[in-house]
């Protein structure tokens, strides 16, 4: 019995002794230890020092107040909004660059969310410019079918060209999604969309054309547009005319033949005004995943929409004091509603204040239309807002 006593007390000694060799190693550690952590630490300071040269850090920040007026909301209250964009770009190598947009959209009581919004590498030489990742990328120059400035492209988008000519192109990640699911598999398949674009630069205009295609999934879709920019009357003339088809899986229930789209846009610059006019026409069912049309009246202030036609006019000027308005409206015919029939006065103005060149205030209205999800039906919607901007 005293052997095993004696015995027990060995083993309790033996365990301290581990448990406290354990701890000064861990709180003291030797010196060849402490040196090798020392070396790592310094090592990466080097590196993160001699990469500092080639690191750009900014960003923007607003805070917005508005008080709105939908068809399916009526707010008895401000609505109060931030948004914070936060822009790293790094210089890895000559070729190579890395850029990222961390996104903060805070709509207070409601919705609070950070996320990042692009995140890409990109290589540049004379012939070839490549983006690889999450990134905004709009296609064709007035955006009616390939505008992806909101919703990043997931994937690869290619660029070359020359004097005379123009190539571009992309790949996006739509969905990743099971497709049959047994009991001893899973068939995983995914929605993809497609683009190109061809174009040919010549001295005084641009003549191109561009293709979109999603060939399954609920957002199906095929798409062609041809563009014009070219100089007339003093101004720059800039326009597109398209075709939308959508897929047999798409969402949408309108399928039909087809659907035709148009935008043109003339501005010209006088003084310290620049002049703007319109002219639109979106055929019943022209509705592109991809699209400058889509959620218009969230923030763009837009006076035209998916089923319609018309034309507007828009008017810039600046101010002294650091003061410029801006003021666009436009007649709008839908054929086929029914609460709006006949033209309709769309209206979106802008007043800024700026006390410098990265803050400034803004005050705004807007009286223009949104168009439901089967983007046929359209509804008024009524906006006041205060914005303050500021850039750093």
Not at 88 to 99: E, G, K, M, T, V
Not at 142 to 169: E, F, K, R, V
Not at 230 to 253: K, V
Not at 340 to 358: E, H, I, N, W
Request: aromatic residues 14%; neutral net charge.
């Amino acid at each position: 019995m005293l052997n095993f006593i004696l015995t027990n007390k060995k083993l309790h000694l033996l365990c301290l002794v581990i448990l406290l060799s354990s701890f000064f190693s861990l709180h003291f550690p030797s010196p060849a230890f402490a040196a090798d952590v020392d070396n790592s630490v310094l090592k990466r300071l080097s590196n993160l020092e001699s990469r500092w040269g080639h690191l750009q850090l900014g960003g923007d920040f607003s805070l917005q107040a508005d008080y709105k007026r939908r068809s399916i909301e009526r707010y008895e209250t401000p609505d109060f909004k931030s948004n914070l964009n936060l822009y790293l770009d790094a210089q890895i190598d000559r070729n190579f660059y890395f850029y990222l947009l961390l996104s903060h959209y805070d709509n207070y009581g409601y919705l609070n969310q950070l996320f990042i919004n692009e995140a890409a590498v990109r290589y540049r030489s004379p012939r070839l410019l490549a983006d690889l990742g999450k990134f905004k990328f709009t296609l064709d120059p007035l955006g009616l079918i390939a505008d992806h400035s909101s919703s990043p492209i997931q994937g690869i988008a290619l660029q070359t060209g020359n004097t005379n000519i123009y190539l571009g192109g992309f790949y996006s990640r739509l969905y990743l999604k099971s497709k049959l699911i047994t009991e001893d598999s899973v068939t995983v398949t995914s929605d993809d969309k497609f683009g190109l674009r061809i174009a040919f630069p010549k001295p005084g205009y641009m003549l191109g054309t561009t293709l979109i295609h999603t060939p399954t999934g609920v957002l199906s879709e095929t798409a062609a547009s041809i563009d014009l920019i070219t100089n007339l009357f003093g101004g720059t003339l800039q326009s597109e005319l398209a075709w939308y088809q959508p897929g047999a899986e798409n969402y949408l229930e309108n399928k039909g033949q087809g659907a035709l789209g148009g935008l043109f846009t003339w501005n010209k610059a006088i003084a310290d005004t620049i002049y703007t006019l319109n002219a639109w026409y979106f055929e019943k069912g022209f509705a592109p995943t991809s699209s400058i049309l889509n959620d218009s009246y969230l923030e763009k202030g837009n006076i035209f929409i998916n089923n319609s036609y018309g034309v507007g006019s828009t008017i810039q000027r600046k101010f002294s004091e650091n003061w410029d308005a801006s003021i666009s409206t436009g007649l709008l015919v839908s054929p086929g509603q029914i609460k709006y029939q006949g033209p309709q006065l769309t209206l979106s103005t802008r007043l800024r204040k700026s006390f410098s060149a990265v803050s400034s205030l803004q005050f705004g209205y807007d009286s223009v239309f949104e168009a439901d999800v089967d983007k046929i039906t359209l509804a008024r919607y009524n906006r006041f807002s205060i914005q303050l901007n500021t850039v750093f």
